[in-house]
């Protein structure tokens, strides 16, 4: 893509968030939020009001018109919603959070053997530093990619605890199913064929999963688990900690949190939703909060076009009241990711 900001990466903090976060030392400033072109500083403090949106996914593919309304409504105001009756049961999603629990429980050279290289994105650590003005992220992840299977890296998936790989490949099984379900859903409310979307995706479909861990800050008013960003994905799936709030979305300007449903799924629609739906529905802009006192874990999964699929507006989506907002991209995943990393608004370089 044009505009590609560039990947060269720099050294990272002599301090770790680990470090800090048991020895309660106050961050150091490359994790202090700065206004950037995502959004500036605070305005408005986190609102209680309008909540998101809450879709029961069994109505949905069943053909229910009006959660089918419900849904083209959550995802052209919000472009995310609650996803209950998604059928995965309530004992599965707890062991999904729990062997992730168990793998950051880990002495920290046992989760080292699954780091990701210092030019790489898969593996456990933190995110990659483009640039000596990003802001740093309060958290560890564990970035994996789960399909398509031969593109399985296993030297990033934990041995420890044992039960870990098969459960995140169950877990990435039953997603891909509510993913496939979503996409059919998502046409059908904008009256289009059912795979105009998937289609553009094609048989090799990229899912990666993203393990995230934020632990206690000293400084929340200052730093954030993850900063503001749009997903590089066409959907995601959020499974939330079950206790512990964090994430907030951006809406008109102001954010919202995002209850704790406990068994319930939170889907957001990343960028190349937005680009393939020629600006009618949305991918949300949304962050993650810190706290001085509980850790917090989430599971999210992304779906990618095959590496080789380009992507664009679907041309019945196209008229003379809506003319084409976008160019066709691809592999619009990394240039994304690079971008929110240096505070860049990916969206921006796609237009025309």
Same mark, same amino acid.
């Given at each position: 893509?044009?505009?590609?900001?560039?990947?060269?990466?720099?050294?990272?903090?002599?301090?770790?968030?680990?470090?800090?976060?048991? =020895?309660?030392?106050?961050?150091?400033?490359?994790?202090?939020?700065?206004?950037?072109?995502?959004?500036?500083?605070?305005?408005?403090?986190?609102?209680?009001?309008?909540?998101?949106?809450?879709?029961?996914?069994?109505?949905?593919?069943?053909?229910?018109?009006?959660?089918?309304? =419900?849904?083209?409504?959550?995802?052209?105001?919000?472009?995310?919603?609650?996803?209950?009756?998604?059928?995965?049961?309530?004992?599965?999603?707890?062991?999904?959070?729990?062997?992730?629990?168990? !793998?950051?429980?880990?002495?920290?050279?046992?989760?080292?053997?699954?780091?990701?290289?210092?030019? #790489?994105?898969?593996?456990?650590?933190?995110?990659?530093?483009?640039?000596?003005?990003?802001?740093?992220? @309060?958290?560890?992840?564990?970035?994996?990619?789960?399909?398509?299977?031969?593109?399985?890296?296993?030297?990033? @998936?934990?041995?420890? $605890?044992?039960?870990?790989?098969? /459960?995140?490949?169950?877990?990435?099984? =039953?997603?891909?199913?509510?993913?496939?379900?979503?996409?059919?859903?998502?046409?059908?409310?904008?009256?289009?064929?059912?795979?105009?979307?998937?289609?553009?995706? #094609?048989?090799?479909?990229?899912?990666?999963?993203?393990?995230?861990?934020?632990?206690?800050? $000293?400084?929340?008013?200052?730093?954030?688990? /993850?900063?503001?960003?749009?997903?590089?994905?066409?959907?995601?799936?959020?499974?939330?900690?079950?206790?512990?709030?964090?994430?907030?979305?951006?809406?008109?300007?102001? @954010?919202?949190?995002?209850?704790?449903?406990?068994?319930?799924?939170?889907?957001?629609?990343?960028?190349?939703?937005?680009?393939?739906?020629?600006?009618?529905?949305?991918?949300?802009?949304?962050?993650?909060?810190?706290?001085?006192?509980?850790?917090?874990?989430?599971?999210?999964?992304?779906?990618?076009?095959?590496?080789?699929?380009?992507?664009?507006?679907?041309?019945?989506?196209?008229?003379?009241?809506?003319?084409?907002?976008?160019?066709?991209?691809?592999?619009?995943?990394?240039?994304?990711?690079?971008? !929110?990393?240096?505070?860049?608004?990916?969206?921006?370089?796609?237009?025309?």
């Amino acid at each position: 893509m044009a505009g590609n900001p560039g990947a060269t990466t720099v050294s990272p903090p002599a301090q770790s968030v680990e470090e800090m976060s048991t =020895k309660g030392n106050v961050p150091p400033p490359q994790y202090f939020l700065k206004e950037n072109a995502i959004h500036p500083l605070d305005s408005h403090l986190p609102s209680d009001s309008d909540p998101i949106p809450i879709i029961d996914i069994s109505l949905l593919l069943s053909g229910e018109e009006e959660e089918l309304q =419900k849904l083209k409504s959550a995802l052209t105001s919000w472009g995310c919603f609650q996803a209950v009756g998604h059928g995965i049961s309530s004992s599965f999603l707890d062991k999904v959070r729990e062997v992730g629990k168990q !793998f950051f429980a880990l002495p920290a050279e046992e989760r080292e053997k699954y780091s990701r290289a210092a030019d #790489g994105i898969e593996g456990y650590g933190n995110d990659p530093i483009f640039s000596e003005n990003q802001v740093l992220d @309060w958290s560890y992840r564990l970035f994996l990619r789960l399909q398509p299977l031969d593109q399985r890296k296993l030297q990033f @998936w934990p041995e420890n $605890p044992t039960e870990f790989r098969e /459960v995140l490949d169950e877990y990435g099984r =039953k997603v891909t199913i509510i993913m496939d379900g979503l996409f059919k859903a998502m046409a059908k409310s904008l009256n289009l064929i059912e795979d105009s979307f998937s289609s553009q995706f #094609g048989e090799r479909v990229v899912m990666q999963t993203r393990i995230n861990f934020y632990l206690s800050c $000293p400084r929340p008013d200052l730093v954030l688990g /993850v900063k503001p960003h749009s997903d590089r994905s066409g959907i995601t799936v959020l499974l939330q900690d079950k206790e512990v709030e964090g994430l907030q979305i951006l809406r008109d300007g102001k @954010w919202f949190r995002v209850s704790v449903i406990p068994h319930a799924l939170v889907v957001n629609l990343g960028d190349q939703m937005q680009i393939m739906s020629n600006g009618i529905f949305k991918s949300v802009i949304h962050r993650v909060v810190t706290n001085s006192e509980r850790m917090r874990i989430s599971v999210a999964m992304f779906n990618e076009p095959g590496e080789d699929k380009e992507i664009g507006p679907v041309e019945g989506l196209i008229d003379e009241n809506r003319p084409r907002l976008y160019r066709n991209v691809k592999n619009y995943a990394s240039f994304n990711f690079e971008c !929110f990393q240096k505070g860049l608004v990916p969206l921006e370089f796609a237009k025309i």
